[in-house]
């Protein structure tokens, strides 16, 4: 039996640490240059509607796993001058990823 809901636990869970990873190696590639992660703008592309709404709109966190890591990228994208997160259609990142 699958469970669909356990699931999608799972994978937004994943997701939002491939972002938290990002947003990491980004900052500290910028701080060993001897610059400030404040003095850039990102645009990060993501298929998850969810991922752009709890982090830039304020949406409700329901699972317990999440909500930290929610946190944590919230702390990280505040750290940049601006950091959008937008939506775009899975296809576009399979065309751009290969994956």
């Known amino acids: 039996m699958i ?4 699931d999608a636990v799972l994978r937004n ?13 980004l900052a500290g590639r910028i701080q060993r240059v001897g610059k400030a992660p404040a003095d850039y703008s990102l645009l990060v592309h993501t298929d998850s509607q969810l991922m752009v709404g709890q982090v830039t709109r304020g949406w409700q966190v329901k699972a317990a796993n999440v909500r930290p890591l929610v946190d944590e ?6 750290a940049f001058g601006r950091c ?16």
């Open 73 to 78: 990228a919230k702390g990280l994208v505040q």
């Open 3 to 6: 469970n669909t809901a356990n």
């Open 84 to 99: 959008d997160l937008v939506k775009v259609p899975r296809d576009e990142i399979v065309r751009v990823l290969g994956h």
């Open 13 to 25: 869970e994943a997701e939002y640490r491939r972002l938290i990873a990002g947003l990491k190696d």
